[in-house]
């Protein structure tokens, strides 16, 4: 029996002990339990929470799923409230591999993020601040939520950037983002690494860099392929009027903002127009095309607005310049909306371009003021235009040759800054032997008569002075030609006898034109009084007597004059008496 006794009381103990290890095993198993199911509630509320305040935004989340051997948290509708219905950030799914400190210390740590479909409004605010920045950014003194991520990964994700610095707030929107970015903590400044790529509005866009948000600063690489100018219309009309209504961009460019940059805003890079069309926006007509527009060198910064370009290539180009009505031209599209005057002043903007080449260009030139529009074309335009500057007055040396429509030569030589503050230059333009049925509408408007025949060639020379026009023009007329008269009123100039009177032997006809012309208000100058003055000084300027002259073409033509007689003697005073009063009208027009 005691035998017995000592052989079952440790069995007994031993029991004892395996119920309570038993108890107490199945007691931290269902805390375990409970701490694993109260751990997605937990983070849900503690995240919630600590976004809520740091965003000042409200946060919600669908659910949480907690992976504890994996270190694994996955958030299902993750989404922090913007305006309206759209939040501005949301993501369908986020899987963050987690430290476990975070738990029980500030802040939160992870080793990786990966975002699924999430879609972020970065908004740039009129103050220049950013709206997220309380969310990502740190002061670097402790006193923001830590945060640290090794690596980020998003996936077909969606980035607007919406800029409300300007007068009308611009969007530009990434879709189909892939991005990776690595080594963020907001404790200090230091910025972190980012690359990426999207489809943007049809094209793509890949960039690499760095980025930070506070203070905020970004520096990065974009690669841009095949992305629609109409693109970027927002933000080129704060440089010129003309809308972008085709054409593809290729660019390759350096993008550095904030602490990057001291000059604000600034750009570096090159790129490619393809396909251009520009439309005047107020009338929806194009103003110009081009196969290819190549720009090299190109900076703009934003503190002090500046363009400047070292080199663009303009392959056949094709530009419309119109006068109307009420002698206005269509070339204030190329001005920016707010400028005055053709400087730089009333926008603030400066723009230098070194060099400008154009071949194979053209130009469809219409003047409406006139009772039958005048039309010529200009093509095979090859040359250069260097150093064309609005912050100051440069020289602007242009060179340029191609033909008329009727295949005509030109030449246009000269010194033409149309950027700076006035219209300031030296221009000759030399056309040769040009149809002369080409300008009938102006002969009809200031000569009166139609036009049947002739050519002409044109030595024009041309000095703009503080928006001034002075031209001297030498004008040559072979063979000139004229119809019946369709206009009495243009002038009171018995035209085809003074031109018979200036006609050469071999039917060639010199004028020299003087005119002065207030381009602010061209509509002041008497053209008829221009040309009529011409015509007067070549009559003076004839070698035998302009009187002799005048009266044997009187003779001969036998024309009448006003109550002349048909007698031998009346006729011969009266005629006598015509080649006196011809002159004198000639000379006498102002």
């Given at each position: 029996m005691p035998h017995s006794h000592r052989s079952t009381a440790p069995s007994a103990r031993q029991r004892r002990l395996g119920i309570a290890l038993s108890m107490l095993a199945a007691l931290v198993l269902l805390l375990l339990i409970a701490w694993l199911w109260a751990l997605p509630a937990y983070i849900d509320q503690r995240l919630s929470q600590a976004l809520t305040e740091r965003s000042g935004r409200q946060v919600t989340i669908d659910d949480v799923t907690l992976t504890p051997w994996r270190h694994q948290?996955?958030?299902?509708?993750?989404?922090?409230?913007?305006?309206?219905?759209?939040?501005?950030?949301?993501?369908?799914?986020?899987?963050?591999?987690?430290?476990?400190?975070?738990?029980?210390?500030?802040?939160?740590?992870?080793?990786?993020?990966?975002?699924?479909?999430?879609?972020?409004?970065?908004?740039?605010?009129?103050?220049?601040?950013?709206?997220?920045?309380?969310?990502?950014?740190?002061?670097?003194?402790?006193?923001?939520?830590?945060?640290?991520i090794t690596r980020l990964t998003v996936s077909d994700g969606?980035?607007?950037?919406?800029?409300?610095?300007?007068?009308?707030?611009?969007?530009?929107?990434?879709?189909?983002?892939?991005?990776?970015?690595?080594?963020?903590?907001?404790?200090?400044?230091?910025?972190?690494?980012?690359?990426?790529?999207?489809?943007?509005?049809?094209?793509?866009?890949k960039g690499n860099g760095e980025?930070?948000?506070?203070?905020?600063?970004?520096?990065?690489?974009?690669?841009?392929?095949?992305?629609?100018?109409?693109?970027?219309?927002?933000?080129?009309?704060?440089?010129?009027?003309?809308?972008?209504?085709?054409?593809?961009?290729?660019?390759?460019?350096?993008?550095?903002?904030?602490?990057?940059?001291?000059?604000?805003?600034?750009?570096?890079?090159?790129?490619?127009?393809?396909?251009?069309?520009?439309?005047?926006?107020?009338?929806?007509?194009?103003?110009?095309?081009?196969?290819?527009?190549?720009?090299?060198?190109?900076?703009?910064?934003?503190?002090?607005?500046?363009?400047?370009?070292?080199?663009?290539?303009?392959?056949?180009?094709?530009?419309?310049?119109?006068?109307?009505?009420?002698?206005?031209?269509?070339?204030?599209?190329?001005?920016?909306?707010?400028?005055?005057?053709?400087?730089?002043?009333?926008?603030?903007?400066?723009?230098?371009?070194?060099?400008?080449?154009?071949?194979?260009?053209?130009?469809?030139?219409?003047?409406?003021?006139?009772?039958?529009?005048?039309?010529?074309?200009?093509?095979?335009?090859?040359g250069k235009w260097q150093a064309i500057n609005s912050a100051q007055a440069g020289d602007g040396q242009l060179l340029l040759e191609g033909q008329v429509s009727d295949g005509s030569p030109l030449r246009i030589e000269g010194a033409f800054d149309p950027l700076s503050d006035a219209l300031n230059g030296n221009l000759n333009l030399h056309f040769e032997r040009l149809d002369l049925e080409t300008f009938a509408p102006y002969l009809r408007k200031f000569g009166g008569y139609a036009v049947e025949g002739g050519q002409a060639t044109l030595n024009l020379d041309y000095r703009l002075v503080q928006g001034r026009l002075i031209?001297?023009?030498?004008?040559?007329?072979?063979?000139?030609?004229?119809?019946?008269?369709?206009?009495?009123?243009?002038?009171?100039?018995?035209?085809?006898?003074?031109?018979?009177?200036?006609?050469?032997?071999?039917?060639?006809?010199?004028?020299?034109?003087?005119?002065?012309?207030p381009l602010d208000e061209p509509s002041a100058v008497d053209f008829g009084s221009v040309i009529g003055q011409?015509?007067?000084e070549a009559l003076e300027n004839l070698v035998t007597s302009p009187l002799e002259t005048l009266s044997a073409v009187v003779d001969d033509d036998g024309e009448r004059r006003e109550n002349g007689t048909e007698d031998g003697s009346g006729e011969s005073d009266k005629r006598s008496e015509a080649g006196p009063a011809l002159y004198e009208r000639a000379r006498t027009i102002q």
């Open positions: 948290v996955t958030l299902d509708g993750l989404r922090i409230a913007g305006q309206a219905d759209t939040p501005v950030f949301s993501s369908r799914r986020v899987v963050a591999i987690l430290d476990w400190h975070s738990l029980f210390e500030p802040g939160w740590r992870f080793e990786r993020i990966d975002l699924t479909a999430p879609r972020l409004q970065l908004i740039w605010r009129a103050s220049g601040e950013w709206n997220l920045v309380k969310l990502f950014g740190g002061t670097g003194s402790g006193e923001a939520m830590p945060l640290r969606r980035l607007d950037w919406i800029n409300r610095r300007l007068d009308e707030p611009l969007t530009l929107s990434l879709q189909r983002l892939d991005l990776e970015a690595r080594d963020y903590d907001n404790r200090d400044d230091r910025p972190f690494t980012l690359q990426g790529q999207a489809k943007w509005n049809g094209g793509t866009l980025m930070g948000f506070a203070p905020w600063t970004l520096d990065i690489e974009l690669d841009a392929d095949q992305v629609p100018l109409t693109t970027l219309s927002g933000y080129l009309a704060q440089v010129v009027r003309a809308a972008p209504a085709a054409g593809s961009l290729g660019a390759q460019i350096r993008l550095r903002a904030g602490r990057a940059s001291d000059t604000g805003t600034r750009i570096h890079g090159q790129g490619e127009i393809a396909g251009l069309e520009m439309r005047d926006p107020a009338t929806d007509e194009p103003v110009a095309r081009a196969e290819r527009v190549s720009i090299t060198g190109l900076t703009f910064t934003s503190a002090q607005p500046e363009l400047i370009v070292e080199q663009i290539s303009l392959a056949a180009p094709w530009l419309e310049v119109t006068i109307d009505e009420q002698l206005d031209t269509n070339l204030d599209v190329w001005r920016p909306p707010q400028q005055t005057g053709g400087g730089s002043e009333g926008t603030g903007i400066r723009y230098t371009f070194d060099t400008l080449i154009i071949e194979r260009g053209a130009v469809a030139f219409t003047d409406r003021h006139l009772p039958r529009p005048f039309e010529i074309d200009f093509s095979a335009l090859n031209a001297k023009n030498h004008v040559v007329l072979h063979r000139l030609e004229l119809g019946e008269e369709v206009n009495a009123s243009a002038t009171d100039l018995p035209l085809k006898t003074l031109l018979d009177v200036l006609k050469s032997e071999d039917g060639v006809i010199e004028l020299d034109i003087p005119m002065h012309l011409a015509i007067r």
